[in-house]
Structures are given as C-alpha cells and as structure tokens.
Nanobody, 117 residues
Framework: QVQVVESGGGSVQAGGSLRLSCVAS????????MGWYRQGPGKERELVAVITDGPNMRYADSVKGRFTISRNSARITVYLQMNNLKPEDTAVYYC???????????WGQGTQVTVSS
C-alpha cells in the first residue's frame, strides 16, 4: 500500500514564501513522475508543477519564476518551493506520485496554503 503525505502548508502574507514537502512511501515504491496540483475555492483542480526523470520540470504559467519543484535521488520525495506568494495562490495543494511500471497514480490528502493581502 502506497501512502502519499504532504506537509508544509500554512498562512502567509503576500510576498512571503512556503516550502511544501511530499513523501510517497510503500514497499519498493519508486515514482516515475511526481507533481503538485492545487484546488482553490470554487475552482477545478489544476496542475502546478511536475517533475520527471532527467530531471525535467513543467510549471503552470501562473507560477513560473516563483515556484520551484525538486525531488530527491530516491524519487520518493518531492518539494515545492513557493516564493513571492500571491492571494490567488490560496488553495489546497495536493501531491501526486505516479508509479514506475503500471503508472498508478497515488494522491495525498492535501495541505492548505492561505495567502493574505
């Protein structure tokens, strides 16, 4: 059984920074892709950033230049460094880990990020 657990959310003022962490754990688990998604109030869940082997990173246009995604060498931990946060970044942030082989997706429970103006 694979578990995905996020941490690092909180409340900050606009212009501040937060660092989110996500650990995917399970027997012999290794993630082919790990990513961060978010869902703001009354909005659809959207991609924030993903990282794959290479590493190759992809970001939503709205966070480019402000957010940085990274992962550890064991490919089970992913981070999201968020700088210059804006009120529109307020959302629940979810981590997704996609397994090697079958490519199963595993989601975390989410962590709240609130940015006040």
């Amino acid at each position: 059984q694979v578990q995905v657990v996020e941490s690092g959310g909180g409340s900050v003022q606009a212009g501040g920074s937060l660092r989110l962490s996500c650990v995917a754990s399970g027997p012999r688990f290794s993630a082919r892709v790990m990513g961060w998604y978010r869902q703001g109030p009354g909005k659809e869940r959207e991609l924030v950033a993903v990282i794959t082997d290479g590493p190759n990173m992809r970001y939503a246009d709205s966070v480019k230049g402000r957010f940085t995604i990274s992962r550890n060498s064991a490919r089970i931990t992913v981070y999201l460094q968020m700088n210059n946060l804006k009120p529109e970044d307020t959302a629940v942030y979810y981590c997704k880990a996609t397994s090697e082989g079958w490519g199963h997706d595993y989601w975390g429970q989410g962590t709240q990020v609130t940015v006040s103006s």
